[in-house]
């Protein structure tokens, strides 16, 4: 009778240490949740435990033996349950830092992004900042030029400016052929090249555009 007492006892014992342990965990699991993936599974595996606990309780609430059984393997959990919860934490804390420190490398690349944007432009030097190398008044320049370069002359002096897709359209000829074109015009002094974008525009110097215009309008062929 007395081993039956001190064997309920130690079930009640077991049973509310059991209680105090899950409540703890569903605290530990509700306070870090969506971030610890295994804080969750352990104290799935210890519910489960728990009930599986109550289950043999109520079978074997006669049997001593069973009960002590029951418990030390209750206790253990237990342990296991804690170390896990701490092991938990631990890696919470861990996120939380690298949380913390990918927001100081935004707050970095933010301010860095502001400075860009305040900082003053640069002036972009292109060819007419040098000394033409075309002899403009030394006889007719275009006419070393083929049909092609200034046909893409003329149509980048009438469009303002023009990239190589523009241009090249308006040719009919393959990208890359229209792509030498303009790099020979630039390279020759004909036209300049603004770099600060992608595709790279162009537009006619304006000596070269005064020749131009000072040309004579081709009538059609009838």
Request: glycine residues 4%.
């Amino acid at each position: 009778m007395e081993l039956a007492f001190t064997a309920a006892a130690l079930l009640l014992v077991t049973v509310a240490a059991s209680i105090i342990f899950y409540r703890k965990i569903k605290e530990a699991t509700a306070e870090y949740e969506g971030s610890k993936e295994s804080v969750r599974n352990i104290t799935f595996g210890f519910t489960r435990q728990v009930n599986h606990l109550q289950q043999d309780v109520a079978k074997t609430e006669n049997e001593a033996t069973t009960a002590k059984i029951v418990a030390s393997e209750a206790l253990k959990n237990s342990g296991e349950a804690k170390e896990a919860t701490l092991k938990g934490i631990e890696a919470v804390k861990t996120l939380q830092s690298r949380v913390e420190s990918t927001e100081s490398a935004v707050e970095s690349m933010r301010k860095e992004v502001q400075k860009l944007a305040t900082a003053p432009k640069q002036r972009l030097v292109t060819r007419r900042d040098i000394e033409a190398p075309i002899p403009v008044q030394q006889g007719n320049v275009l006419a070393q030029l083929t049909e092609t370069e200034l046909n893409a002359l003329k149509k980048i002096a009438e469009l303002g400016e023009g990239t190589v897709p523009e241009i090249k359209e308006h040719l009919g000829t393959t990208r890359e052929h229209t792509a030498r074109t303009l790099k020979k015009l630039y390279e020759t002094g004909f036209v300049d090249r603004n770099t600060n974008a992608m595709p790279y525009r162009y537009n006619v110097r304006k000596e070269i555009r005064d020749l131009i215009q000072q040309q004579p309008e081709q009538k059609p062929t009838l």
